[in-house]
């Protein structure tokens, strides 16, 4: 597992930087989704996310960050943040067969769902943060 989370950051940093996209662009959609799982699910569950997370930023330009986390005192309760390099990546990411896939295969697993969009309070401080990966 720890070789598949270290492709995911390596990616996203790569994406991150490649693209020219810091955290002061003002087109950019950031998101924390919130997802509880039905516990019979959970081990499925996070096994098609992995598929998902991996495909949107292997596969799509405008995903800068598909990155699934979960509650190490409650595994069922994951967080996933998203980072988009507009709306119309987001729009495109949706249509995708990867998350078409991910959508219907997941309905009956997902116990609750809540998107929080967000912006950066610090946006200088964030960008000085990835750099540090460099």
């Known amino acids: 597992m720890n070789v598949f989370w270290n492709?995911?950051?390596v990616s996203?940093?790569?994406?991150?930087?490649?693209?020219?996209i810091m955290a002061q662009n003002k087109d950019q959609m950031v998101r924390i989704a919130e997802v509880e799982i039905i516990?019979?699910?959970?081990?499925?569950?996070k096994a098609i996310l992995k598929e998902e997370a991996e495909a949107s930023i292997r596969l799509e330009p405008?995903?800068?960050a598909i990155f699934p986390m979960f509650q190490k005192d409650?595994?069922?309760q994951?967080?996933?943040?998203?980072?988009y390099a507009n709306t119309e990546a987001?729009?495109?990411?949706?249509?995708?067969?990867?998350?078409?896939?991910?959508?219907?295969?997941?309905?009956?697993?997902?116990?609750?769902?809540?998107l929080?969009?967000?912006?950066?309070?610090?946006?200088?401080?964030?960008?000085?943060l990835f750099k540090k990966y460099q």
Request: net charge positive; aromatic share 14%; charged share 20%.
């Open 90 to 114: 987001y729009q495109s990411h949706l249509k995708t067969p990867h998350f078409l896939l991910y959508k219907t295969s997941t309905l009956k697993m997902v116990k609750s769902l809540k």
């Open 78 to 83: 994951i967080k996933i943040l998203e980072i």
């Open 116 to 128: 929080n969009d967000l912006e950066a309070l610090d946006v200088e401080t964030m960008s000085a």
């Open 12 to 20: 996203f940093l790569f994406t991150f930087f490649s693209l020219g």
């Open 62 to 64: 405008g995903v800068i």
């Open 39 to 45: 516990p019979d699910y959970l081990e499925q569950y």
């Open 7 to 9: 492709k995911i950051k």
């Open 74 to 76: 409650n595994p069922n």
